[in-house]
């Protein structure tokens, strides 16, 4: 019960660290939390909460352990020391991984400030660098890196550098970044990642055909895992609108046709695919990817903008009547998605979208956000993937996660107080009425037990004095003894009636008294023996006794102090847990309202991107039509002509030698209006 009081202070204390919205989830060094020897059980279970994304578990935990083990009076003792180094360190990484870059920035000083061997300062400096990194400081992180002299820890070497280049080109001096980058090349731990920031670091120090023919083998090579395909489709992507806004259209198809039709970046890749086609004036090939890309996730932006070119492909093919039928067609899709935006705000302001983060399958199903867009009546959720893209909103949503998980845990130790409250009032009911009788059965036991330890202290003290002093009769039997005063009241008497006294009776008593004395002085050394011997296994029956006493002295403290003394400590954790659970309840609020309001002007914005859409369809569905109907009309006309021609023709033919009869004018006959511009036309 202790250790949980415990760990509920620790988790008070740290409910009030966890509202600046930071970086970094898992910790990028996995091997700073990894021990090929573990000799501590409770620094086991720390590292196992780590590896299990538990973070707060295994900082409480470990603070705790260390807390504790600095108090002992023999540490060494403790197979925690085995791991007390590492643990101070890897409570840093934890609270890194926890988002907590405060405590982590100080744990890492103080290592700096320390007396400690250089390779563990420069290790200190990397992660302090990391920080920095993280919150953006990205001066801060290039100073804390500057600090590192001589050998950098083979571990963090890799590491080291590669937070080195992207902190030289956050600074934009991609001319050393570069350098550092081209030295990571080869690295397994880092394949793909060191690639691609070394074509983004040569494209924005102006190489740009070194920038591309680097990416370009990062977009060739067969990938393993979902990861690294993700980022060579990302790759291709990236050379593609590269050379798209370059002019050179060919090239960059053949970047959107690497992509995989299956990816995160797959609809992105087909609109890219078909602007190229349409950029070179090639509208027909333009149309197969966005033919495509028009059957997937309405509510994806690529898809949305393929609604408007498929339509705008048709018109410059002069398709106008399937051009115009495709314009119908996105209008109808961009009214449908500005209701389902206007309905996603509206449920957001009423707090659905927050009590969609709360739930508990939100840290506990993978994929969860995807999940969450198939469930019915949820029009919250609809856009929310491409919202939890961003870093701004994946902070936030884990900062609200986190806190909602301490206030649950709060909660939980909440409801643990009332519950140590009911199990005291029932040891407190319990006790109470039994220990007062059991006190008067104690103390008489007690002054029993008293009396016999004096009397066996008597004993023993009588038995040095008999090795000093020889006193024989000192050891007599009962029935000796009993003898011996009998002989003596004998004396008595006959000196009490001398007339009684005769010879024969001196005689006689004096041989008894003989014989008592004889058999005693004889048998003293081995009664003596025996008497030691009887002393020793009293001494194992008092010790016996004396450990039942403690025990029971032991016991009754125990049932005492299982109900008393608690009350103001459970009062101190209870009033302490109910500020921090305030405090959260704040900063919950707080967060929850940047999420909401992150979240509603997206929408906002994707709604105003839409409404814009749809007057651009409006327009081009009117112009569709109309050139359809002027196309439509001069068919028309051109028919009409050749009927002409068709009749003078026949004329001509059917009487050649009629020369009074008056033949037909070259002039066609006066061709119709057209119709006005806006009304009805076939689109056949």
Not at 72 to 90: I, K, N, R, T, Y
Not at 418 to 430: C, V
Not at 538 to 567: F, K, M, N, W
């Amino acid at each position: 019960m202790n250790s949980r009081l415990a760990r509920a202070v620790a988790g008070a204390a740290l409910t009030v660290l966890c509202a600046a919205p930071v970086q970094a989830k898992t910790p990028e060094d996995p091997s700073a939390l990894h021990t090929d020897n573990l000799r501590d059980l409770f620094f086991g279970e720390a590292l196992f909460n780590a590896h299990q994304d538990r973070y707060f578990d295994a900082i409480t935990g470990l603070d705790t352990e260390l807390q504790q083990f600095r108090l002992l009076d023999d540490p060494e003792l403790d197979p925690f020391s085995m791991h007390f180094g590492q643990a101070e360190f890897a409570v840093g990484d934890l609270e890194l991984s926890y988002r907590m870059h405060l405590e982590a920035g100080r744990a890492m000083e103080q290592v700096l400030q320390g007396d400690v061997p250089q390779p563990i300062k420069n290790e200190a400096a990397y992660r302090l660098a990391k920080i920095h990194y993280h919150k953006q400081q990205f001066a801060n992180a290039l100073h804390a890196l500057e600090l590192i002299e001589g050998r950098v820890p083979e571990r963090v070497r890799a590491d080291e550098q590669f937070l080195r280049a992207r902190v030289y080109m956050q600074l934009g001096r991609f001319e050393e970044a570069v350098e550092l980058l081209k030295d990571l090349k080869g690295e397994k731990s880092l394949a793909g990642f060191v690639e691609y920031n070394l074509g983004i670091a040569l494209l924005k120090a102006g190489e740009t055909e070194r920038g591309v023919v680097e990416l370009d083998g990062l977009g060739r090579k067969a990938g393993r895992g979902d990861a690294m395909r993700a980022l060579q489709d990302k790759t291709n992507l990236l050379l593609g609108f590269q050379l798209m806004e370059a002019e050179e259209y060919q090239r960059a198809r053949t970047y959107f046709d690497r992509v995989q039709l299956s990816g995160p970046f797959s609809n992105q890749a087909l609109l890219g695919a078909g602007w190229v086609e349409a950029n070179a004036g090639r509208y027909d090939r333009a149309l197969v990817p966005w033919q495509l890309l028009k059957q997937r996730k309405s509510t994806d932006a690529a898809v949305q903008e393929a609604m408007l070119a498929v339509p705008y492909a048709y018109g410059k093919l002069e398709v106008h009547s399937t051009a115009a039928v495709n314009y119908g067609q996105a209008l109808d899709l961009f009214g449908n998605q500005v209701d389902v935006l206007t309905r996603s705000i509206n449920s957001i302001r009423e707090g659905k979208l927050l009590e969609a983060l709360r739930r508990k399958e939100a840290s506990q199903v993978k994929n969860w956000v995807v999940e969450l867009r198939k469930l019915p009546d949820a029009p919250e959720t609809h856009y929310l993937l491409d919202l939890m893209a961003s870093n701004d909103y994946q902070e936030f949503l884990r900062n609200y996660q986190d806190l909602n998980d301490l206030f649950e845990r709060n909660k939980d130790w909440l409801q643990s107080l009332d519950a140590f409250d009911e199990i005291i009032a029932l040891r407190r009911s319990y006790y109470e009425p039994i220990l007062p009788g059991l006190d008067v059965q104690f103390r008489q036991i007690d002054a029993r037990i008293k009396m016999r330890l004096e009397q066996r202290q008597r004993l023993a003290m009588r038995i040095e004095n008999l090795l000093v002093n020889r006193r024989p009769e000192l050891l007599a039997k009962s029935d000796e003894t009993e003898s011996r005063l009998i002989l003596q009241q004998i004396r008595d008497i006959l000196e009490y009636n001398p007339s009684l006294q005769s010879e024969e009776t001196e005689d006689r008593i004096a041989r008894l008294e003989g014989v008592l004395k004889f058999r005693l002085s004889r048998e003293f050394d081995d009664r003596l023996t025996k008497a030691y011997k009887n002393l020793q296994e009293l001494d194992e029956v008092i010790a016996t006794l004396q450990e039942s006493y403690q025990r029971y002295v032991r016991t009754r403290q125990a049932a005492t102090h299982s109900y008393e003394g608690y009350t103001d400590q459970i009062a101190s954790l209870r009033a302490g847990l109910n500020r921090a659970q305030e405090r959260i309840d704040q900063l919950m609020s707080r967060q929850g309202r940047m999420l909401e309001q992150l979240a509603i002007s997206e929408l906002e914005e994707r709604r105003g991107q839409l409404e814009s859409y749809q007057i651009k369809a409006r327009f081009a569905l009117a112009d569709s039509y109309d050139r359809a109907n002027e196309l439509q009309e001069r068919r028309a006309d051109a028919r009409k002509v050749e009927e002409y021609q068709r009749q003078v023709e026949q004329m001509k033919q059917a009487a050649p030698d009629s020369r009074s009869e008056p033949l037909p004018t070259d002039n066609p006959p006066e061709l119709e209006a057209p119709a006005p511009k806006g009304e009805g036309a076939d689109n056949e």
